[in-house]
């Protein structure tokens, strides 16, 4: 069963955002030349867990869910509805410290081709980090620092997190995620449950953070698909729960911050 949280967080964080980026945090390959600094309305960082603790088909479900994702036509019509607006998408895989690999550089996704292109990409990456503990802060400064010079400039940037555990090495997320939101980066949250039960609750006080975070949950890999997907049109439209094609998941609800549920959603 997939359940759908929503943090919106009032506050960003005291920290000022770092004056130098975390480092390795580069691209793969140089931008597009043609692309510099080219307007789009996201710029998107999806951040793949791929620590020991994730099994090879756990791996796999979420590659997966992430490829059918880009060919769903809910997905599909969040992308006609931006209206000749363009998104910008890259791939990270993370684990411990030092080990965050850009499998798919930045890519300019402006109409349904774009998105197909995209799909294809993902259900051919290959696994490039298969071992290491759980740095997720880590991850976030990697994928922060992957909008400094990737040729676009979004009206909102977001770094779209997935992890079945809380971090157990490295900086501290909430470090991270204060510094990142700082900059004006929003970073929401997707937290498969199979391993640690409570680990949602672990993402949304110390994960999620910036404009308009939100977290989703999955019950396990298996659930993983339709929880990107909802995920990714949210991300693409910027809209509500309730706005999204089909409405809320049934038996959703809408959590505050401290992790109290604050209505039930139908």
Do not use: C
């Not at 949280?5 to 130098?20: E, P, S």
């Not at 290491?132 to 990697?142: D, E, L, R």
């Not at 995620?177 to 640690?196: F, H, K, M, Q, S």
């Amino acid at each position: 069963m997939l359940h759908v949280a929503l943090w919106v967080l009032g506050r960003v964080g005291g920290r000022t955002a770092a004056a130098a980026l975390t480092a390795g945090a580069v691209l793969a390959g140089p931008p597009d030349v043609a692309a510099q600094d080219r307007p789009v309305e996201l710029e998107l960082v999806l951040a793949v867990d791929a620590s020991a603790s994730v099994q090879r088909d756990e791996f796999d479900l979420q590659v997966r869910g992430l490829a059918q994702a880009f060919r769903h036509p809910a997905v599909l019509a969040a992308l006609d509805a931006l209206d000749g607006r363009e998104v910008a998408v890259t791939v990270v895989q993370w684990s411990s410290p030092g080990r965050q690999h850009v499998a798919i550089p930045w890519m300019r996704i402006g109409d349904r081709a774009g998105a197909a292109a995209l799909s294809a990409k993902l259900a051919r990456m290959p696994r490039y980090v298969t071992s290491g503990g759980t740095a997720t802060g880590q991850a976030i400064a990697f994928a922060r620092g992957l909008f400094g010079a990737n040729g676009y400039r979004g009206a909102r940037r977001v770094i779209d997190v997935s992890g079945d555990g809380r971090a157990n090495m490295g900086r501290h997320p909430s470090a991270a995620r204060d510094d990142a939101a700082a900059a004006g980066v929003t970073i929401n949250g997707l937290a498969i449950l199979n391993e640690e039960k409570n680990v949602d609750r672990y993402y949304a006080e110390h994960v999620i953070g910036g404009p308009g975070a939100f977290l989703m949950t999955a019950a396990d890999y298996g659930a993983f698909a339709r929880a990107i997907r909802r995920k990714l049109v949210r991300e693409i439209t910027g809209s509500g729960i309730a706005a999204l094609p089909g409405g809320p998941e049934p038996r959703s609800r809408i959590v505050g911050r401290s992790g109290r549920e604050a209505a039930a959603v139908p």
